[in-house]
């Protein structure tokens, strides 16, 4: 079979939620020897970037990214034990979470889905997130993006304490913070000292592609 | 700024019936985050119908606002279905389990009883004892979430949303369970002779498609409408959290009498597309106007409202857009008030209305 079209069936194939038919085509990529790094960026992720697509065309809502992105990581179980290994080292990294206190996580996971779609590589701290953890990681992985999101106007201002203590420790600059969530606004992230705010998680993927060129 | 010439619920009952009222009607969204204000903690108040119902009525003496009412919370009949909630001291209530998590269990759900089932019991009784102290002078109900909004708390919100797509049977045999358990809760709210307002921020187009609300949230809204209409011939008030422009209508096709809006929605929109229909409420910012914002920030806000909604035909109630946080200055929701008798007493001055500062 030939490549390319290997490559759109499968991408296809996540856009249309086809759990056996994912696994099915990535299982026939290996048969093939296909490079399995290749599969996933010429395949599953490209599918997963059109899903981001019909979502910001509403033409896709919050259950559709969710059940693409599960069709999805059945491909990536797949073929990512075949990837040959390489450094990343200079990928960009981003670590996510829900800020302590808080665990309502779903805008979370969409930006995660969603920047992971882009190709850049997410730490995920999960939700109810100590502060601290942020800093901890974001230093330990050499993190680009620190990105924050809650739910609750009780817990925003975690937010500001994560900023603060970065400025503390004098390593403010080293971070780009992004922060989102329901109760959050540009008016609120101007006042904590964010980098940016956005009010979706296709905006979010924009912001951070527009601050790395920069 | 004129002095109130009726009572809360003189004015409530002439302005459902269209007659002549002193002011425009102001309900801020309040409850469980104004805890404070009589020094309790969140988690005291969530486990006492006594402080529940004394929160209200200090409130209340304090405002003299539009309706007094007692949240079952989003949570709440879930947490009555099964649910694991987690009471931090001075923070809003979290889910910490759904009651299932597999989409075999739905057929194991059993609707909810309100007179022993979780908290719903001390809601019950909050209200009674409210609505014997201040009733004869402001309406009382009970607030509930729409019967969406619980359903995600009772197998959580991601796998709802999943399960509609893969299972969507399975999904609409939950609903009648979550809708009949509300139903229940509407009948002792019948009983009780009190209102009952829906919460529905998983409704919202911020989460789901209008198809996918016409499906899987409004017939069951509608039925919710149709057991408190049959009961007691009056219908449910509703606030959804987030956008929700796309699916006014079918909110309205489902009977509902009142709409109280998000600030991420423009009140001329909800005016032009509701007004006929329906009582528009809103839409004050929580965040950034009252609890952010000075004196002079929230009657700005509150007359851009009413201004907004100046003149729909089946009146507008002055609101916040959603609950107002926790740590709000009261001297913001006293300027709420304000703002109702400064620009919304009635004849209305317009040339006060309209005019730029």
Redesign the interface.
Known sequence: MNKEKLFGEISEAVVD?EDELVEELCNKSLELSIPADETISKGLVNGMDKVGQLYEE?EY????V??CS?TLNIGLDILKPHIKAEATDNSIKVVIGVVE???HD?GK?LVKIMTESAGIEVYDLGRDVPLNNFILVAEEVGADFICMSTL?????MGMKTVIDTLKEKNIRDKYKVMIGG??I?Q??AD?IGADAYTADANEAVKRMKSMIAN | MKKDQMTPKERMTAFSQGLEIDRIPCNPHMGV?MAPFIGITLKEYYHSAERMAELEIELFKRLRHDGVSVSATLRGVAEAMGSKMYY?D???S??DAPAIKNVDEIESLKPSDPEKDGKLPLVLKAVQIIKDKIGHEVNVGAGLAGPFSTAASVVG??NL??W???YPNKVHTLMEIVTESNNRFIEKAAELGIGVGLSDPVSS?S???VK?FNEFSAPYIKKNVDKMKSLTGRSLSIHI??KSKGIWESVMDTGISSFSIDNVENLQDAKEIMGDRITISGNIP???VI??GTREDVLRAAKECIRKTYGTKKGYILSSGCQI???SPMENIDALMDAARIYGSYPINEELLFSEE
Do not use: A, W
Request: charged letters at 25%; glycine letters at 6%.
């Open positions: 939620m509403q809502f919050l259950p559709e969710l059940t599960d206190g808080d665990t779903i996971n609750m106007t009780t817990t925003m329901g109760p606004s008016r609120f006042e | 985050t931090p001075d923070n809003i979290l889910m919100t991601e949303l999943k509609m797509l893969k187009t989460l789901i498609s996918q959290c987030g929580p965040v950034d609890q952010k946080p926790k740590d």
